[in-house]
């Protein structure tokens, strides 16, 4: 087995409110490898922690008021990212591992070209020269396909559509050809077409530079287009855990099973066609008050005793050994699979 | 003479102008048409009467000093002071040093409060709970009385010396300015994004986060400088500021102000000056606010409430 390029380990981020209401639990105790070259999907509703887990791992949490707690561990490349200091941490933002985030509209500075800014981070970490950072610059906006690259260089975010600036945030983002792109819903504030051609272009230059690929996304199609292997978070936790094919043909957990059935299908079987498109009944919890047992009892059509008292662990559901893992009790007790009435 | 004259009439005008331009401005903003000329004409009136061709003596000449206190007239434009010299010539030429203290002293105030208020709002915690504490007690202090004690404690105290302390006493309102909006800008996308490529504090400060401050940091400078002149005027007024043979626009109301029932000109027109640069500068800083704030760009002066 190859040794994973980034093992996420019990990570627990939280975030203490102001006024008396707690503390948020955002991320509680997630457990994840990033194997070199692959992509993995997250997936999981608004709220559930995908975004703090994106930004614990590059320690971009705001502090106060949120924290990493202590026995959270994220390993890359050989090294415990909690434990860096500031120098060393900024040495492999940007450089090894790099980010894309949601909004391209404002993820970019306004009032530096896009040159200026897909330079950046190689000057920041190569020390190149102005002259040399501009032809890089071009030379990435060409290779996100950009036409006019040596114009377009100079131009500044307002002049360019959603689309292009999410091409120059990916153009930011892979200048320093970095090991580990994560990509935070890169195309959830794009047109559909558009969607598609950002995708596209991640899977290349994914092929291209040989990195792997995070993709958090609240759009299960996006993972099935794109992933080598999905974790599915809810309420801070990973809920269930398996390669893409796997995780679609067979759902354990059942709010994979209610987030499949939420998606709307052209080539669905005619049973699933005559009938209403479903969906999970119930909101996420908030964070501050996460229930007892399985987060996931209020709103799920099996729950029973057992679930309201007793958290579940990451259950191995079987086939090869360690890649598929669901965390509900359902795997002990397979008979109570038929939902109340 | 007559060609230094008629050149100097031109800059008053064009001083004069500059300002009306600039008041007429500030009250058409009020009304819908806000759109004409953002760009402040001011500053080419400014450096207009800094220009040492307007004026047609020595700015020390003492030109009969027999005979003092002379009205204005086609050779002396604005009258002759108790000392005999030219109001006009000294009046430009005191442009120079009221307008010069008041730039540099600004320019002092913003440069310490611009970087006060950055690393206050950009670090927060502690650091900002102990710079915004020293802020509160340079608000709370009484400026004049500040700088009046420092120059009665060091007799014949040095012009760069007073431009600087009236620059240090003068930053606290910018430094609050500044933190609001880097507080603001220190949450937005593109920052995290900066930090995400892995740039420092530094670099995120000064390349990402100031740059799209700019814009009220100009304002504030701009309305800035008119009370740094004022409170240079005040000072050399009083005697303690600029050293008199030298003309300043404070000192020079000094000059005539014991005999102001008599010549009336020799302070009147330096007070007019002050009134008047004092007022383009705020005119300019409204101009500014209203030219660099993007959502004003937008809108077609819709609602007229709201703040100014």
Redesign the interface.
Same mark, same amino acid.
């Given at each position: 087995m190859t040794e994973p390029l980034l093992r996420v380990r019990d990570l627990k981020t939280y975030f203490v409110t102001e006024h008396g209401s707690g503390t948020a639990r955002a991320v509680d105790g997630v457990t994840f490898d990033v194997l070199p070259g692959e992509t993995l999907g997250i997936v999981g509703e608004s709220g559930c922690g995908k975004t703090v887990t994106s930004?614990s791992i590059?320690r971009?949490i705001?502090e106060?008021p949120g924290h990493i707690l202590p026995g959270s561990f994220i390993e890359f490349e050989g090294r415990n990212l909690l434990t860096l200091d500031?120098r060393e941490l900024? *040495?492999?933002?940007?450089?090894r591992i *790099? +980010?894309i985030?949601q909004?391209p509209m404002?993820?970019?500075?306004?009032?530096?070209t896009v040159g200026d800014q897909i330079a950046?981070?190689a000057i920041?970490?190569h020390q190149v020269s102005r002259r040399a950072a501009r032809s890089r610059a071009i030379e990435m906006l060409r290779l996100v396909g950009i036409p006019d690259p040596d114009e377009r260089v100079d131009h500044y975010p307002h002049q360019m559509s959603g689309g292009m600036r999410q091409r120059v +945030?990916i153009a +930011?983002?892979l200048v320093c050809r970095p090991q580990l792109l994560i990509a935070d819903e890169p195309t959830t504030a794009l047109d559909v077409t558009i969607q598609a051609q950002i995708l596209e272009l991640i899977d290349r230059l994914q092929a291209e530079l040989g990195m792997a690929v995070l993709l958090i996304t609240h759009d299960l199609g996006i993972v099935a287009g794109s992933a080598d292997r999905v974790v599915v978070m809810y309420a801070g936790q990973v809920v269930e855990q398996a390669p893409t094919a796997t995780l679609f043909a067979r759902p354990l957990h059942p709010y994979t099973e209610g987030l499949l059935a939420s998606v709307p299908r052209l080539d669905a079987p005619p049973a699933r066609a005559r009938g209403r498109l479903r969906s999970i009944p119930g909101q996420v919890p908030a964070a501050t008050a996460w229930p007892e047992g399985c987060r996931f009892h209020p709103r799920c059509p099996y729950a029973w005793d057992r679930c309201r008292a007793e958290e579940p662990p990451l259950l191995d559901a079987g086939g090869e050994p360690g890649t598929h893992a669901v965390r509900c009790w359902l795997l002990t007790d397979p008979r109570r699979r038929t939902p109340h009435p | 003479m007559n060609v230094g004259n008629w050149l100097a009439l031109g800059g008053a005008a064009i001083v004069a102008l500059a300002a009306v331009a600039a008041l007429r401005r500030r009250i058409t903003a009020t009304a819908s048409g806000r759109r004409f000329f953002r760009h402040p004409t001011a500053v080419p009136g400014l450096f207009a009467i800094a220009a040492p061709v307007v004026a047609p003596y020595p700015p020390y000449f003492q030109i009969d000093i027999t005979n003092p206190d002379l009205p204005p007239s086609t050779q002396f434009l604005l009258g002759t002071d108790p000392y005999s010299r030219d109001v006009w010539s000294r009046l430009v030429y005191g442009a120079r040093v009221s307008l010069g203290i008041g730039a540099v002293a600004m320019l002092v105030a913003a440069t310490i409060g611009t970087a006060v208020g950055a690393v206050a709002g950009y670090f927060r915690r502690w650091v900002d709970t102990a710079l915004m504490r020293l802020v509160d007690v340079g608000l709370a202090m009484p400026r004049i009385f500040v700088l009046l004690m420092a120059v009665a404690l060091w007799e014949h105290i040095a012009l760069w010396v007073l431009v600087l302390l009236i620059g240090l006493t003068g930053w606290f309102g910018t430094s609050r300015l500044v933190r609001a909006e880097v507080l603001s800008l220190r949450e937005r996308d593109f920052v995290v994004a900066a930090r995400a490529a892995g740039a420092g504090s530094g670099r995120v400060i000064f390349r990402h986060v100031l740059p799209n401050a700019a814009g009220p940091i100009i304002v504030s400078a701009a309305l800035g400088i008119g009370n740094m002149m004022l409170l240079e005027a005040g000072l050399s007024f009083l005697g303690l500021g600029v050293p008199p043979p030298a003309p300043s626009w404070g000192n020079m109301i000094a000059d005539g102000w014991h005999k102001m029932t008599v010549a009336w000109w020799a302070s009147t027109f330096p007070g007019l000056a002050i009134s008047l640069v004092v007022m383009a500068f705020n005119a300019l800083g409204d101009a500014l606010r209203d030219a660099l704030d993007p959502r004003r760009a937008g809108e077609e002066g819709g609602e007229g409430g709201g703040a100014a």
């Open positions: 930004l590059l971009l705001p106060p500031p900024r *040495a492999i933002r940007g450089n *790099a +980010m985030f909004e404002t993820s970019l500075n306004p009032v530096f950046e981070a920041v970490h +945030m +930011m983002a | -």
